[in-house]
Each structure stands twice: as structure tokens, then as C-alpha cells.
Nanobody, 120 residues
Framework: QVQLVESGGGLVQAGGSLRLSCAAS????????MGWFRQAPEKEREFVAG????????YYADSVKGRFTISRDNAENTVYLHMNSLKPEDTAVYYC?????????????WGQGTQVTVSS
């Protein structure tokens, strides 16, 4: 059974940084693309960043490009989201997601989420 467990959320002042981690288990981590999504209060869940199975390709929402970096450590079965220059509008619950099949970016597995709050 695939399990994704996020950690690293918290309260930070605007301009600060956080690093989110997502530990995966239950299958061969290095075969699947991974992603980060977020959901702010009363808003729909939105894509933040994605990374290919090897880590060679990364993708970002325009709103975070240049500030956030997604990375992965396939030896540790972990994906990270490094967040710099945080803004109050980055406040949301952040979810880790895993693709359902190799060579796919359809995310079928989700973590429970971690809260990020950015104060102004």
C-alpha cells in the first residue's frame, strides 16, 4: 500500500523559508513522478511543483517559479519542496502526491497534508 507522509510545515514570517519533506513507502519510489499541491481556505487544490521519476525534469506553477524548488532523493524515498521568499498568499495546506503509473503525471496517491502559514 502506497503511503505518503509530509512533514516540515509551520508558521513563518513573510520573506522566510521552509523545507517540506514527503516520505514515501509501499512501492519502488524511483519509478514514479512526484508532485506538490496546495489548498488554501475556500479555494480549490492547485498544482505547485512536479518532478520526474529520475529528478531530471521539474515543473512549477507560475506563482512559485523562482522561489520554490522541488527535489527528490531516490535512495531515501523522499521528495522535498524548498520554499524561499514566502508570501502570505502561500499560506495553505500542502500535499505530496505520487503518480499512479510510471511515465505518468496523473497523481493517484496523496499524503495527509501539512499546514504552512506565512504571516505578514
Amino acid at each position: 500500500q502506497v503511503q505518503l507522509v509530509e512533514s516540515g510545515g509551520g508558521l513563518v514570517q513573510a520573506g522566510g523559508s521552509l523545507r517540506l519533506s514527503c516520505a514515501a513507502s509501499g512501492r519502488t519510489f524511483s519509478m514514479y513522478a512526484m508532485g506538490w499541491f496546495r489548498q488554501a481556505p475556500e479555494k480549490e487544490r492547485e498544482f505547485v511543483a512536479g518532478i520526474s521519476s529520475s529528478g531530471g525534469n521539474t515543473y512549477y506553477a507560475d506563482s512559485v517559479k523562482g522561489r520554490f524548488t522541488i527535489s527528490r532523493d531516490n535512495a531515501e524515498n523522499t521528495v522535498y519542496l524548498h520554499m524561499n521568499s514566502l508570501k502570505p498568499e502561500d499560506t495553505a495546506v500542502y500535499y505530496c502526491a505520487s503518480a499512479g503509473r510510471p511515465f505518468s503525471y496523473d497523481y493517484d496517491y496523496w499524503g495527509q497534508g501539512t499546514q504552512v502559514t506565512v504571516s505578514s
